[in-house]
């Protein structure tokens, strides 16, 4: 099946300083890219949804100026996290859909996620 | 908005017995239905999904359900085995929307007893 790749897997980082994720699709051209959230013992939250070549949709709470997402090309979108705090620290996700083969089929391929840690 | 209601939130079993999975959905314009296995640390998988032209999708020891008159799907995993213990989640999304947005239930956490 399809590929997404997340790096870093796991960052840890001082309160104030900004981490940047990314998400690539290795094998396939992605125009949709989703982030998630995922606290410890519960569900994925969406925060945004990444479009190539357009801005972001986020979802409501979700700070734009707190969580930069970028979608520069087919393959790749990142988020970064701002001044991040130690409230920020959470498991990042990221999926992407195939904006070509495998659109009806509906399937999103996920990461295997970034553990953020804000010391 | 779209909303998933997953149950139950813990479910132990012995090997080899039968484990299901219930969720209900909000919005009747919801027509795809994918199961997710998350393992610890580990980005969710897909295990199973289903449309909603069809009532039943089998996969070996997975099947799952879907019932449109009343918005419930169900995973049902047979002859469990140690290996199945992990965290399941549902999901519902609307193909035809362009965003393809995918919301998940709160999540099951399986635990096959050996």
């Known amino acids: 099946g399809a590929v997404v790749s997340q790096h870093p897997s796991w960052v840890i980082c001082k309160s104030g300083t900004s981490v940047k994720i990314e998400c690539r699709s290795l094998d396939f051209q992605a125009t949709t890219m989703f982030w998630y959230r995922q606290f410890p013992k519960q569900s994925l939250m969406l925060m945004a949804t990444s479009n190539e070549g357009s801005k972001a949709t986020y979802e409501q709470g979700v700070e734009k100026d707190k969580f930069l997402i970028n979608h520069a090309s087919l393959t790749l979108s990142t988020l970064t996290v701002t001044s991040a705090h130690p409230e920020d620290s959470s498991f990042y996700i990221c999926?992407?859909?195939?904006?070509?083969?495998?659109?009806?089929?509906?399937?999103?391929?996920f990461g295997e996620g970034s553990r953020l840690t804000v010391l | 908005g779209e909303n998933v209601e997953q149950h139950p939130s813990t479910l132990s079993v012995q090997e080899g017995d039968s484990a299901v999975i219930k969720c209900t959905y909000s919005?009747?314009?919801?027509?795809?239905f994918p199961w997710y296995k998350q393992e610890l640390g580990k980005g969710p998988q897909l295990i199973i999904d289903?449309?909603?032209?069809?009532g039943e999708k089998k996969d070996q020891r997975i099947a799952v359900t879907l019932n449109k008159t009343a918005k419930h799907f169900s995973l049902h995993i047979t002859e469990t085995q140690p290996e199945d213990s992990a965290v399941y989640f549902c999901a519902a999304r609307k193909l035809s929307s362009n965003t393809g947005k995918l919301i998940f239930g709160q999540g099951t956490t399986l635990q096959v007893k050996p």
């Open positions: 289903i449309r909603s032209n069809v």
């Open positions: 919005d009747s314009a919801s027509n795809y």
């Open positions: 999926s992407a859909r195939d904006g070509f083969g495998l659109a009806v089929s509906g399937e999103l391929f």
